[in-house]
């Protein structure tokens, strides 16, 4: 079955820790994404990355981290820095080629991450 | 920067009747727009995607056109069931970079 996995599907946070969420694809794409997602927003771009041991920052990627050491996998650690971490987290995606206009986003189902 | 607008952000139809989903933009510098659905809890859906030098996108009962110049989409999805209730989101492509609306959840009522 091709496709994005993440995990785990619902994470709890003390304060002042570090947590990873966990995303891989195994549907052989260049490109991956991290997300967040907050109620009655749209997705707003963590991080993403172009290719194996390349990421770029998105809109938001203070108090986040990222590596991309396999192409199959993108993990997100959420770090202590980040003062308001409660939302959804989404992992994406694509082909990736660049200036192709058929390149389709991929998603998992998401980690909902609460902090107590 | 890219603004996504989706209007209304929330809207509920009898069964049977067709809907009809907006979506706007600001910048027309796009490669593509894709349209998802998200169920509540879950991850989006891939619906459709229409490439920036084409005009409408059909699969089933759903079309969607793209009128670049002036910064909309329109979702159409015909004979609605109680089965199309969820969240529909739009999102437009620039590279590797899409930018997301907030989306609109269809109740569609039995």
């Known amino acids: 079955d091709g496709g994005i996995t993440q995990s785990p599907k619902y994470l709890f946070r003390k304060e002042g820790q570090n947590v990873t969420l966990s995303c891989e694809q195994n549907?052989?794409?260049?490109?991956m994404y991290w997300y967040r997602q907050d109620p009655g927003q749209g997705l707003r771009l963590i991080y993403y990355?172009?290719?194996?041991?390349?990421?770029q920052k998105g809109d938001i990627a203070e108090g986040y981290s990222v590596s991309r050491e396999k192409k199959e996998s993108f993990p997100l650690t959420v770090t202590s820095a980040q003062k308001n971490p409660t939302a959804f987290y989404l992992c994406a995606s694509s082909p990736g080629v660049p200036g192709h206009s058929n390149t389709e986003a991929f998603f998992g189902q998401g980690t909902r991450l609460t902090v107590v | 920067k890219q603004e996504v607008t989706q209007i209304p952000a929330a809207l509920s139809v009898p069964e049977g009747e067709n809907l009809v989903l907006n979506c706007s933009f600001t910048d027309s510098a796009i490669y593509n727009l894709q349209w998802f659905r998200q169920d509540p809890g879950k991850g989006l859906t891939s619906l459709l995607l229409?490439?920036?030098?084409?005009r409408e996108q059909t699969s089933g009962r759903l079309n969607a056109s793209l009128d670049k110049s002036s910064g909309r989409s329109t979702l159409y999805i015909a004979a609605s069931q109680p089965g199309d209730s969820a969240t529909y989101l739009c999102a437009v492509g620039l590279g590797y970079k899409l930018s997301f609306g907030a989306g609109t959840t269809v109740t569609v009522r039995a």
């Open positions: 549907l052989n794409h260049d490109a």
């Open positions: 229409i490439q920036s030098s084409q």
């Open positions: 990355s172009q290719i194996v041991n390349d990421f």
